[in-house]
């Protein structure tokens, strides 16, 4: 296993229900779906009494734990797959628009009640009158 690889762990805490036995198992697994599949092994041969079972039943149960286990993961690994898709995508710049220029002087400036007007002067100390919508 390379260090970059990621590891799961989990811990599970399973009581009876008189309240009398309770178990702490650590889980270690490369994917999800072995740790909700090994979950699902601990909590099957926990909870149920495996005495009270023939081993066809035990192994019939133990595929059915099992395979929501897997399915449960698959969700789950979907799910986390398309957050990080979704982290990942940022939205697409808008485009600057250009700002319209006066034609006589080559500039122009946003007005504070909308579109732009040329803060230009002429030689005689008048603002252009020239405006964008």
């Given at each position: 296993m390379s260090n970059t690889q990621s590891r799961y762990h989990a811990e599970v805490k399973l009581a009876?229900?008189?309240g009398e036995n309770e178990v702490r198992v650590n889980i270690f697994a490369d994917t999800l779906a072995e740790i909700f599949a090994n979950i699902a092994?601990?909590?099957?041969?926990?909870?149920?009494?495996p005495r009270a079972?023939?081993?066809?039943q035990l192994e019939i149960?133990?595929?059915e734990q099992?395979?929501?286990?897997?399915?449960?993961?698959?969700?789950?690994?979907?799910?986390?797959?398309?957050?990080a898709k979704a982290a990942q995508l940022k939205p697409a710049p808008k485009p600057a628009a250009k700002k319209p220029l006066c034609p006589e002087?080559?500039?122009?400036a946003p007005s504070k009640f909308g579109g732009f007007?040329?803060?230009?002067?002429?030689?005689?100390?008048?603002?252009?009158?020239w405006k964008s919508d």
């Open positions: 009876r229900k008189n092994e601990v909590e099957l041969q926990f909870s149920r009494e079972m023939s081993q066809a149960a133990r595929a099992l395979a929501k286990a897997r399915e449960v993961a698959e969700v789950a690994q979907t799910a986390m797959v398309a957050k002087h080559g500039t122009s007007y040329c803060p230009t002067k002429d030689e005689d100390g008048r603002w252009c009158g």
